[in-house]
């Protein structure tokens, strides 16, 4: 404040100004005790570790993170070697002759003038589709006897199911082998084959695809069990929230794995010995 206007304030204006520097000089005064305790600390903790995630609650990602070590000198690559193609087919399906017609001269070639050959394969899966066979079964009556004949379905298409062995066979491998399950095998099939199956009807297929797989299961059992040597060995597996075991028996011919579920009553081992 000027000097001019301090020799113009009366007393009690005087009063007034030198109450609020004596508040403001508090204020200041109090501030500098926090500060000087502040630098005290700080003073203190110098020359201590600074905190990192291995010494103190810093979380990992505000650590410092390690340099990346410098790259090593690359060694000098190997000698290069000829590539490998793939070899062409021994016997292919189908051969297209393929001659030059005109050369760039413009005189015309016979092929009799080519009898150099550059040879490569094409491979390709033809349109794939189901082939569907409506079969009529006629029937009738007997001009002699009058009696009512009808025709005998045929052996190989049977009536009941729509779905012929090559699409159970194809519904089985893609289950048992690629694990392919209900909901995608329709999506699958539509897709590659346009053929439209409900995962009933696989689950129908895969049901009675599991009859001829069990009777060979058994002969490859009584296979085994009539081996002079057998070798064995078991490993467990969690199917579904159970404990399962699952024992594999080797003859020289055929193997055998056998699957049983842990009861509570403990492990209950196959018997598969060579006396049956």
Avoid at 16 to 33: D, G, H, P, R, Y
Avoid at 37 to 66: H, Y
Avoid at 149 to 160: K, L
Wanted: proline share 9%; aromatic share 6%.
């Amino acid at each position: 404040m000027p000097a001019e206007t301090l020799d113009s304030l009366d007393t009690d204006s005087l009063k007034l100004l030198v109450l609020e520097l004596l508040a403001q000089n508090k204020a200041l005064t109090e501030q500098i005790s926090v500060l000087l305790v502040r630098i005290a600390e700080l003073e203190a903790r110098n020359g201590q570790p600074p905190k990192t995630p291995t010494n103190s609650s810093v979380p990992p990602s505000k650590g410092q993170k390690a340099n990346r070590p410098e790259a090593l000198a690359r060694k000098k690559g190997r000698k290069g070697r000829p590539g490998v193609a793939r070899a062409l087919c021994p016997d292919p399906d189908v051969t297209r002759e393929i001659y030059a017609e005109i050369c760039s001269c413009g005189a015309a070639l016979s092929p009799a003038d080519q009898p150099d050959v550059f040879a490569y394969d094409l491979i390709d899966l033809p349109p794939i589709k189901p082939v569907t066979t409506r079969i009529n079964l006629h029937k009738g009556n007997c001009p002699c006897c009058r009696k009512r004949v009808a025709a005998q379905p045929p052996a190989d298409m049977a009536p009941g199911t729509p779905f012929g062995p090559g699409v159970v066979s194809l519904v089985t491998y893609l289950h048992a082998c690629q694990m392919v399950s209900y909901n995608r095998m329709t999506e699958v099939l539509d897709g590659l084959f346009g053929l439209k199956l409900s995962e009933g009807a696989i689950a129908n297929m895969l049901a009675r695809a599991a009859k001829p797989f069990a009777a060979r299961a058994d002969e490859i059992a009584e296979t085994v069990r009539q081996s002079p040597v057998i070798a064995s060995d078991e490993t467990s597996a969690r199917v579904c929230g159970k404990t399962h075991w699952q024992w594999t028996f080797a003859a020289a011919t055929a193997v055998y794995a056998y699957t049983r579920w842990e009861s509570a009553l403990g492990l209950r081992r196959p018997r598969l010995t060579r006396n049956g």
